[in-house]
């Protein structure tokens, strides 16, 4: 277990991958949004499972270490109920990049509340991952149609709640023996919203019928994969320093997804994008050695 702490990098790049994988075929479903979200809740269930065997099911009960660790999972699952009400009143690519710059929020309160440092090679790295966020987050279409300008109040909130939850992550490790509790508690709180999804989708006239059995199967299997980027994101900010990993694990996981595409799909990465995987790999170098 000693030399865990020295593995944070192999964590985030395992989160990478696995996000990366996942934000590639995620999208490849006809499901209702909030439906998605119920799978995506119940696909942590398999890795929280893990977690428990892996702590002997000895999983810390104290009510600080509860609090914040329920804190992080409700923050990341809130963020993503409130992101699909952002996304009911404008396109994907105007709400995007607004909540892809989260991780500012994370360095911030890194730096002001945890006292994290880098060393000036750390700052370039932490700079070219913003880099490599924008240069994914910009749109590659100007197609679609704004019906309100509620949608900023609603991708603002999103944007805040995932800025603040790799914080909070940090401080629950902080306060936990293990890393494997706060997943639990992450997957748990995940489970808690699933009626609140239920009802979203209720309201929107969002209905499952028994023909979708077969894409939840599919559906399932893909966020498993976020499940485990998930995981293995909780042991990487439990070794490692938030502000690095919190902009890292973002900017490189859409590397791996226009990997994928470029493979699949025959899809021409744009300049902006290029420029990104330049940004991105560059990033990872340096931090390999922090």
């Known amino acids: 277990m000693e030399n865990k702490k020295h593995n944070w990098l192999l964590y985030a790049i395992i989160t990478m991958v696995t996000w990366g994988i996942w934000g590639a075929f995620s999208d490849q479903t006809t499901l209702p949004k909030t439906m998605v979200y119920v799978v995506w809740a119940l696909s942590m269930v398999p890795c929280a499972l893990v977690a428990l065997?892996?702590?002997?099911?000895?999983?810390?009960?104290?009510?600080?270490?509860?609090?914040?660790?329920?804190g992080v999972g409700l923050l990341g699952a809130g963020g993503q109920l409130v992101l699909f009400l952002a996304l009911d009143y404008a396109p994907a690519y105007l709400v995007m990049p607004m909540i892809s710059v989260a991780p500012i929020v994370t360095v911030l309160l890194s730096a002001t509340f945890l006292k994290e440092k880098v060393s000036r090679l750390g700052i370039v790295g932490i700079v070219l991952a913003f880099v490599a966020l924008v240069c994914f987050a910009l749109p590659d279409n100007t197609d679609g149609a704004v019906s309100s300008w509620v949608w900023i109040v609603y991708a603002s909130v999103v944007f805040i709640c995932w800025g603040v939850q790799a914080f909070v992550m940090k401080l629950a490790n902080n306060n936990t023996p293990d890393a494997?509790?706060?997943?639990?508690?992450?997957?748990?709180?995940?489970?808690?919203?699933?009626?609140?999804?239920?009802?979203?989708?209720k309201n929107s006239g969002e209905a499952i019928t028994a023909e979708a059995w077969p894409e939840l199967t599919k559906v399932f299997f893909v966020q498993i994969l976020n499940a485990i980027g998930a995981f293995t994101l909780v042991y990487a900010n439990r070794y490692g320093k938030a502000m690095v990993i919190a902009p890292l694990a973002d900017a490189c996981a859409p590397v791996i997804m226009c990997v994928i595409s470029l493979i699949l799909y025959a899809a021409v990465p744009t300049v902006p994008q290029c420029i990104g995987i330049v940004a991105a790999i560059s990033c990872v170098l340096i931090f390999s050695r922090e």
Not at 53 to 70: E, G, Q, T, Y
């Open 53 to 70: 065997v892996n702590i002997r099911f000895k999983w810390d009960v104290r009510p600080k270490a509860a609090l914040l660790s329920m």
């Open 180 to 201: 494997e509790s706060v997943f639990v508690y992450m997957a748990l709180s995940a489970v808690v919203l699933i009626p609140v999804a239920l009802i979203m989708g």
